[in-house]
């Protein structure tokens, strides 16, 4: 294999991963690769991505762009739960939560998850169109397709919680009547920029100038860059495992798992998107959610989406629960699942008792 082929797979997964840490000094080894995956794994045999749905579906986004669904759970069941993945992820990351709530009684759950455009089984839209904007607009499609009236709570991972803010500013209207609750994990209202990515400060000063351009070179050399992912396959997993995880134990096949979904990410998607996520501003938006109930949930140790960023959507929702789960990184609903599962459902009863759920509806008089 060429050196420039090489250089051009480490690029892809660095950019993969959220551009970041390309000095952060881990060695490319297949020794610390190997270590990790000789140690006793619990979660080893899981079938992350690969769990049974009741439907699935395709619906179109408003510029024909395919986005695709499975939901999980009764059509008639008295709340649909809509959970919107991340950047470089899939609907699977929501693999613990599909298990854990899906025997929720009070109220039962219908549960709906869909890839977001340029990722998963969901085709890939126009450079123009890779906005947070954008994502918004497939949100309102896939509400369209699949809630109906029934009240609606959104559960938002990293650039999906952004998402549900760029909603919140274009749709206000929906929350509070549509949209009945709102959990937003490790995700940020904005000034991705400054995150440091837990880079020594000499090198986080340089990260800005430098990323941006990396990024765009690799959006025109996309092509040379998925023929030589595979040369960086290790430095990928080991990133993987520093940038989405915070405990030293993790599981080596949940860091196999996010490293697979990343290696499945098109680079256009990688590079298209990059711009909006830093970019990304809706701190305004944040008033439009004291109209629902909202829970907000950080890792402790995440480095992506530091967990002051949610503790600033908290600061402007006065009301809101506000979770620090401390060994946790910013895949926190695949690391620390039973904590997160325990949150969401005592967060759901009291989205749907707030939305009126479990009471019956006065008749009106004639």
Known sequence: MSSARRRAGI???????????????????????????????????QPFGRLP?????????GDGTPLYVEEVGSPDAGLTVVFVHGYVNSLGTWHYQRLGL????????????????????????????????????????????????????????????????????????????????????CTSPGKLAEVTLGLPAALARVKNPVLPRLVRQLGRQARVAERGRKAGADLVWLLARRMGFGAKDVSSALVDYLTEVIASTPIRTIADFYPALMAHDKLAALPQLRR???????????????????????????????LVVAEAGHMVMLERPALVNLHLRTFLHRAYRQAGGGRPRRRRKA
Request: charge should be negative.
């Open 11 to 45: 690029v892809g997964g660095i950019a993969g991963i959220g551009a970041a840490a390309v000095a952060t000094g881990l060695a490319v080894e297949r020794y610390a690769v190997g270590r990790y995956h000789r140690r006793p794994d619990p979660e080893a045999g």
């Open 53 to 61: 749905a009741d439907r699935r579906r395709t619906v179109r986004a």
């Open 102 to 185: 899906a025997d929720m009684a009070n109220p039962e759950l219908r549960m709906v998850f869909y890839d977001q455009r340029g990722h998963g089984r969901s085709g890939q839209g126009t450079p123009q169109a890779s906005t947070i904007e954008q994502l918004a607009d497939d949100l309102v499609t896939v509400l369209d397709a699949v809630a109906g009236e029934r009240p609606v709570v959104l559960v938002g991972h990293s650039m999906g919680g952004m998402t549900i803010l760029a909603l919140a500013d274009a749709h206000p209207e929906l929350f509070g009547g549509r949209v009945c609750g709102v959990a937003l994990l």
């Open 292 to 322: 629902v109930p909202v829970l907000v949930v950080a890792g402790g140790r995440d480095l992506m989406t530091p967990p002051d960023h949610s503790r600033q959507i908290a600061t402007e929702l006065p009301d809101a629960e506000l």
